[in-house]
């Protein structure tokens, strides 16, 4: 019987990565992939958007990352995490050097950060074409693009020579026992490396919708916590409860 939960835990596992590396796959390709029925795929992914790890479609599925990317939220959201960047901004002073991840919320922080001089590191290929303020100087970290997110040994090989005074990132889901969910898992280094450098404060910036209960969520691959002082900014539409939670767990939180 464990033989059996076990197997069935690292399917799920495999499934939840290669959703998480492609965006959008149909069920057909994951039944092909692993071996395993259509069916048994269907059940998979039923427990796993039960769970809020991903959306089921039309014949397949798709990241929430990727609904994340292609910005498919109601006007209330999006007001949301436009209040938390531009709250967000507030903490950033003339002539900081910042480090921002692949969080949208976090990268358009940028735009409200005006009549200062900043210079940004991020792996964020979004960040690419966009209009900031003057005074702000954008640095690409290089590496692998992955749904707009760059990645790999490049990546990391350069945030060692970097230094910042701050760091702004976001996440998939934050969990209400202190623990931060990367869809992308190859981010959580990425974030991690930066961190253990850090003597400030991380500020985590996560609208309502990303703060779940751990009861509700399987602890697929894709998790961490930090060592660091975290401060995270919300907006006021978040579960009280979770909230009191993360409190619990030593973090700071502002709601917007």
């Known amino acids: 019987m464990k033989n059996t939960q076990l197997s069935v835990r690292r399917r799920r596992q495999k499934i939840f990565q290669v959703v998480s590396e492609k965006g959008e796959i149909t069920i057909r390709e994951i039944a092909q992939l692993y071996n395993v029925s259509e069916m048994t795929v269907r059940r998979d ?15 397949g599925v798709v990241s929430l990352e990727r609904i994340n990317e292609t910005m498919r939220f109601n006007d209330d959201v999006r007001r949301c995490r436009d209040s938390i960047s531009r709250y967000a901004a507030r903490y950033v002073e003339d002539g900081d050097t910042l480090f921002i991840n692949g969080s949208m919320m976090a990268l358009n922080m940028l735009k409200y950060v005006t009549d200062k001089k900043v210079s940004v590191y991020t792996n964020n290929g979004w960040a690419i074409g966009e209009e900031y303020p003057k005074g702000v100087t954008i640095h690409l970290t290089g590496g692998e693009i992955r749904n707009r997110i760059l990645i790999g040994d490049y990546v990391m090989r350069n945030l060692l020579s970097i230094t910042v005074d701050k760091i702004f990132i976001g996440c998939a889901a934050v969990y209400d026992d202190g623990e931060f969910r990367y869809d992308i898992p190859t981010e959580i280094g990425i974030n991690e490396s930066m961190i253990s450098r850090s003597k400030n404060k991380v500020y985590v910036l996560a609208d309502n919708t990303k703060l779940l209960k751990r009861e509700e969520s399987e602890n697929l691959y894709g998790s ?6 975290i401060v995270l900014i919300t907006d006021n539409k978040a579960n009280s409860k979770i909230l009191e939670n993360l409190k619990q767990h030593g973090i700071e939180i502002i709601t917007v």
């Not at 992914?45 to 014949?59: C, D, P, V």
């Not at 961490?224 to 002082?229: E, M, R």
């Open 45 to 59: 992914l039923h427990i796993m958007e039960t769970r809020q790890l991903i959306r089921r479609t039309h014949g």
């Open 224 to 229: 961490s916590t930090y060592d660091k002082p």
